[in-house]
């Protein structure tokens, strides 16, 4: 049996949490807002080095950003 391997994330509850827009956290991190976007509906999978950018964003580590899972 195949386990199916996913990236979730918090960022729109790290982003309303620090009253943030996606457009804020877009130019604290470097990319598009369209980025973010897709990060937040899980469409899109970050580099590592924008996975820690975003967790440097929001002061925290980055297993607290984002979640790696596997399904059965």
């Not at 195949?2 to 960022?11: A, E, Q």
């Not at 980025?35 to 899980?42: A, F, G, L, P, V």
Request: no cysteine; net charge positive.
């Amino acid at each position: 049996m195949k386990l199916k391997k996913t990236l979730s994330n918090r960022i729109a509850v790290l982003r309303a949490e620090h009253k943030m827009t996606q457009k804020d956290l877009a130019e604290k991190a470097g990319v598009s807002r369209q980025t973010i976007i897709s990060m937040e509906k899980n469409k899109y999978t970050p580099s590592l080095i924008l996975a820690f950018e975003i967790a440097n964003v929001f002061g925290v580590g980055i297993d607290n950003v984002f979640q790696y899972e596997e399904e059965k």
